[in-house]
Structures are given as structure tokens and as C-alpha cells.
């Protein structure tokens, strides 16, 4: 059809804490369409919260971004991801505590997780961490979207779980 613009967008997942804040930052980014907060990278079928704070599970508390990417690039969120969390603490970010708190990129295709690799390297190597980077690069898994009383909860409830 000729005169019709096809949109495209693209879908990013990070980890990096409490899926309250991370889903706000997320969200005020230029580009960004949509967000909605959940859990992935687990053994565990269609987890709930009390489930993955038992940290038995292996799903972190993450955020998928649908975002397009001629308006925002996906170095531009990965730079956002490091900037807004400790990516030196395993396992943890600030009071929280657990595998389910991890820092974690988990790409969507063999480029987004060679860009992954390539800004962590970069970022490492400038030295601006306290310690070693400790941030997971892996596959994207079944992303399990979280309770709906968790999709966007700092926004209707004041913010409650701290980022940088």
C-alpha cells in the first residue's frame, strides 16, 4: 500500500534492581513507546512476585521496552541502563537484595547482545566503576509480565524503590 508508513519498533529488556524505578526512567526516554515490568530469566513457569522474592525461581525483575529505534538507539537505552544502577553489585541494588535484583541485559537478537558486550567493555575500561562490572549479557528467555498492580507503580503511587 502505497502512501502508508509501516512503524517498526523494537523490544529491549534490562534488569537493574526494583522494576518500579526502572520502568520510570525507562519510560521518560525520548523514543520509548511503551514499557511493562515482569520477570525473565528463570526456570519457573508464569512466576508471581511472591515467587521470585523467594529467589528460588531464577527470574530477575525486569523491564521490556518497546522502543523506536529512530528515535532512541539501543546504545542510547544500554548507556540509560548503566547509568541508573550500581552494575558492581551482584545480586543486589541498594536495600534489595537477591538473584532477583541482578544486573542484566538480555538482548533480542545476535546484534543488540554485540552491542551489549561492545558498551560494557567500553564502560570498563574507563575505570568510573568502584569495581568490576558485573551486569549479565544474555539471551532474552519468556518474558512473564508481572501483576498488574507492579505495571507502572511509581507512577501511580509515588516513587518507592529508588535508582540512581
Not at 552491542?115 to 551486569?135: N, S
Not at 518474558?143 to 540512581?164: D, I, L, M, P, S
Amino acid at each position: 500500500m502505497e502512501g502508508i508508513l509501516k512503524m517498526t519498533h523494537e523490544k529491549a529488556t534490562f534488569a537493574a534492581g526494583c522494576f518500579w524505578g526502572v520502568e520510570e526512567l525507562f519510560a521518560q526516554v525520548p523514543g520509548v513507546v511503551a514499557t511493562r515490568v515482569g520477570y525473565i530469566g528463570g526456570q519457573l513457569e508464569d512466576p508471581t512476585y511472591k515467587q521470585v522474592c523467594t529467589d528460588t525461581t531464577g527470574h530477575a525483575e525486569a523491564v521490556e521496552v518497546d522502543f523506536d529505534p529512530e528515535k532512541v538507539s539501543y546504545e542510547t537505552l544500554l548507556e540509560k541502563f548503566w547509568a541508573i544502577h550500581d552494575p558492581t553489585t551482584l545480586n543486589r541494588q541498594g536495600p534489595d537484595v537477591g538473584s532477583q535484583y541482578r544486573s542484566a541485559v538480555f538482548y533480542h537478537s545476535p546484534h543488540q547482545g554485540g552491542t551489549a558486550q561492545l558498551v560494557k567493555d567500553r564502560l570498563a575500561a574507563t575505570k568510573d566503576f568502584a569495581g568490576p562490572i558485573v551486569t549479565e549479557i544474555v539471551e532474552a528467555g519468556l518474558f512473564y509480565e508481572a501483576e498488574e498492580y507492579h505495571q507502572k507503580y511509581n507512577q501511580k503511587h509515588g516513587r518507592h524503590c529508588g535508582v540512581f
